[in-house]
Structures are given as C-alpha cells and as structure tokens.
T-cell receptor, first 113, second 117 residues
C-alpha cells in the first residue's frame, strides 16, 4: 500500500530534550516536506527536500533541522525543543512537478512542557 | 507571497442539505493549483478536489464541486447531500505552478463543518 508513515504519532517531552520525528514514504517520491498545524494558523511549511541531500527552509524553520540521506526518509529533528513547538506535525511527499498530488502522513502530536 | 483566506471558522448544515465553504486567495501569478483538503477527527489530510487555474471548467468529484472565479480570486467548495461523514475541518490550499522544486502548499486557516442529523 502506498503510504507516508510517521513515528511517533504522539510525543510528550520536556524543554531541551532532543527528539526526532521520522517520516518514510514507499512511493519513490523525490519531494518531501514538513508542515506544522496550529489552531487559527492552518498548516505552515517548515522544511522541504527536492531530492537526496537537497533540503531548504520553508516558512517557519527556526528551531528545526532535517536531513535527507535516503530517498524514502526525511526525519525532522528538534535539537532543543521549546513549548512554542507544541504542535501537530505532518510529513508530505510527492513526485516533482506541480501537477502531482501530495500525500500526507497521519500526523504527529507533539507536546513540549 | 501568496495568501489564502477562509473567513468562516465554523459552519453547520442539516444532513442531506447543501453547504458552501468560502475561500479567497491572493497571488500575482497567472498559473497555479487550488485544493480543498478534508481533515476528519482522525487528523488525516485527505484531498477532496483540485482545480488547475488555466482550466475554465469547475472541478467536480461526486458530491463535491467548486466554484472557481479566477478574476475574483475565489474558490468555494460546495458539498451536496451532506452526510454525517462529511463532518471535518476543511482547508483550502494554493500551490504555485512555478515552484522551482518546492511544491509548497499555502493553506488557509480552515473551516470546521458540523453536520446536524
């Protein structure tokens, strides 16, 4: 089954404790992206990757890192989480070319206390 | 930068009736794509319908249709014969046709739709 998976689905952590949210897709997509969803703000892009070893900032990249060492994986790293990073996070992927549908992962609910 | 505005934070409709969700956007580009996504309580983002800006014809998908007014920069979603399973948050989204590798979706703030039995 074609899908985007994220782990963990739920995470409660404390300020400053490094964490990684994994994202994996099995559709051989070149493009992958991370969004965060906050009430009243919709979804905003954090980082994106056009292909292996090619990443760039989105609209809200502060406090986040990413890497793309393999085509299928695109982890989101919070090296020193803060309470303002409490949010719902989505990973998405697609083939390159704007006519292609983006597929979203199931979301990761992160709480930073 | 492009912006997407959904001015109705919440809406409700009686089951089997028709409801229209509004979306406006701002862009200086001539070619782009517009989307409606559904987010049920499961939080999964589900693509409902897609419109390509260069196409005059409004997109339809079963009970879902759009009214795309390019000059007015308006993109409303009509749901006919509303069903209980349509209850969800609905997001309008914009994607440039000139992304140069970034297929970024710009989202509105969402409209929460309630279906009244």
């Amino acid at each position: 089954e074609a899908q985007v998976t994220q782990n963990p689905r739920y995470l409660i952590t404390v300020t400053g404790k490094k964490l990684t949210v994994t994202c994996s897709q099995n559709m051989n997509h070149e493009y992958m992206s991370w969004y965060r969803q906050d009430p009243g703000l919709g979804l905003r892009q954090i980082y994106y990757s056009m292909n292996v070893e090619v990443t760039d900032k989105g609209d809200v990249p502060e406090g986040y890192k990413v890497s793309r060492k393999e085509k299928r994986n695109f982890p989101l790293i919070l090296e020193s989480p803060s309470p303002n990073q409490t949010s719902l996070y989505f990973c998405a992927s697609s083939f390159t070319g704007t006519s292609y549908e983006q597929y979203f992962g199931p979301g990761t609910r992160l709480t930073v206390t | 930068a492009q912006t997407v505005t959904q001015s109705q934070p919440e809406m409700s409709v009686q089951e089997a009736e028709t409801v229209t969700l509004s979306c406006t956007y701002d862009t200086s580009e001539s070619d782009y794509y517009l989307f409606w996504y559904k987010q049920p309580p499961s939080r999964q983002m589900i693509l409902v319908i897609r419109q390509e800006a260069y196409k005059q014809q409004n997109a339809t998908e079963n009970r879902f249709s759009v009214n795309f007014q390019k000059a007015a920069k308006s993109f409303s979603l009509k749901i006919s014969d509303s069903q209980l399973g349509d209850a969800a948050m609905y997001f309008c989204a914009y994607r440039s046709a000139f992304g140069f590798g970034n297929e970024k979706l710009t989202f509105g703030t969402g409209t929460r739709l309630t279906i009244i039995p």
